[in-house]
């Protein structure tokens, strides 16, 4: 991982940029890093807005062994790693909340973004777009109550360099260990590093609401909730998880 990184002061979008260069067969690993990015995206067609010189914002490019039906496994094995290197890290703990998103304390502080192509069946690339809120202090009205960073939860400064270093080398570790297993060995890991498994949740998608109780994950990365005693599994949608 990371044995070619491209940094940017300013850029549209680092994942433009990886899915261009995955295009021209850059290698597994690379990274694009950028400072500012002037058109950074979120899941389901929103922003992706970070505070320049305080945040992470990078794309890491994969040429996975999976079949295309397997691809959300892949934003699962980055929710770990990042989990497992941030707590490395800052010694904070971390939650992971289906499908793309990490949290402390019940805030979110870092989202990932799957993007890639499929031809001929099967998998040439995937980019994961990693948004991470490091030392930022102050956040949009609109997220004020449900956004965090590092800085927030620790109470601390956290030197980016060195936090980029961990994430990385984690990055390396467990795609080490779960590629392996054409990344099916993420699902234990994941579901041993979230808070809302029987919990009463939420999903909305498109103007559709589900409620339910989240039993777990599927082999392919799904959200199985339980919805009038009836199991079904989700591929997409915002998780709410509603007060105990
Ligand atoms: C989400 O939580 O909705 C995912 C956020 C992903 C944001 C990152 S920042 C780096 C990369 N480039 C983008 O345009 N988006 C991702």
């Not at 094995?77 to 990042?82: E, R, S, T, Y």
């Amino acid at each position: 991982m990371a044995k070619k990184i491209y940094t940017f002061e300013t850029i549209d979008s680092t994942n433009n940029c990886a899915k261009a260069l995955a295009g021209v067969f850059a290698e597994q690993g690379t990274v694009v890093f950028a400072e500012k990015q002037t058109a950074g995206r979120g899941r389901l067609g929103r922003s992706w807005d970070s505070n320049p010189n305080e945040n992470l914002t990078f794309s890491v490019i994969l040429r996975p062994s999976v079949p295309p039906e397997s691809v959300n496994l892949l934003p699962l094995f980055a929710a770990v790693a990042l989990a497992a290197a941030v707590e490395r890290a800052t010694g904070v703990k971390v939650d992971c909340k289906w499908p793309n998103d990490l949290l402390i304390n019940g805030r979110k502080f870092a989202g990932i973004l799957l993007e890639g192509s499929i031809s001929q069946g099967s998998v040439d690339y995937v980019v994961l777009g990693i948004g991470i809120n490091v030392n930022q202090e102050r956040f949009a009205p609109e997220l004020k109550e449900t956004a965090t960073s590092l800085r927030l939860a620790t109470g601390k400064e956290i030197d980016r360099v060195l936090l980029f270093r961990t994430i990385m080398k984690s990055f390396e570790d467990h795609h080490a260990r779960m590629s392996r297993t054409h990344f099916q060995s993420v699902v234990p890991v994941w579901t041993a590093h979230t808070a809302m498994l029987n919990r009463e949740i939420t999903v909305s998608l498109q103007g559709t609401t589900l409620s339910g109780i989240a039993r777990g994950l599927s082999s392919d990365g799904g959200l199985i909730l339980n919805t009038d005693g009836q199991d079904r599994t989700l591929f997409a949608g915002d998780v709410t998880i509603l007060k105990k």
